[in-house]
């Protein structure tokens, strides 16, 4: 099972970004997915997530209304796009795959991560 995102960069407030997860291996087309981010001494911290059918989503309060996670199962990709971005997104983000079709939003729900991509907003 491998996970590779990518999308992130360097932004001013108030921008956009879109990034991707490309999933591959086991049966990840059928199991939830997540984003979660992590900021320099801090914990890993849940975004969003979406299930195995792709029919239902959840978002972390503070992005509600500004990202949105969707996914493309033919393609084998999972999106996050995030509108209207805030300093305080910053972070190093990852996603994330479980074999359950239905969303958790801890980091041991899911089994398998990718390498994670770089989001920096400035002012």
């Known amino acids: 099972v491998q996970l590779q995102a990518s999308g992130g960069g360097l932004v001013r407030t108030g921008d956009s970004l879109r990034l991707s997860c490309v999933f591959s291996?086991?049966?990840?087309?059928?199991?939830?997915m997540a984003w979660f981010r992590q900021a320099p001494g801090q914990d890993r911290e849940y975004v969003a997530a979406?299930?195995?059918?792709?029919?239902?989503?959840d978002y972390r309060d503070s992005v509600k209304g500004r990202f949105t996670i969707s996914r493309d199962n033919a393609k084998n990709t999972v999106y996050l796009q995030m509108n209207s971005l805030k300093i305080e997104d910053t972070a190093v983000y990852l996603c994330?795959?479980?074999?359950?079709?239905?969303?958790?939003?801890?980091?041991?729900?899911?089994?398998?991560w990718g390498q994670g991509t770089q989001v920096t907003v400035s002012s």
């Open positions: 291996g086991g049966t990840l087309s059928d199991g939830a």
């Open positions: 994330a795959a479980r074999n359950e079709r239905w969303t958790v939003n801890i980091p041991e729900g899911y089994p398998y």
């Open positions: 979406i299930n195995g059918p792709g029919v239902y989503t």
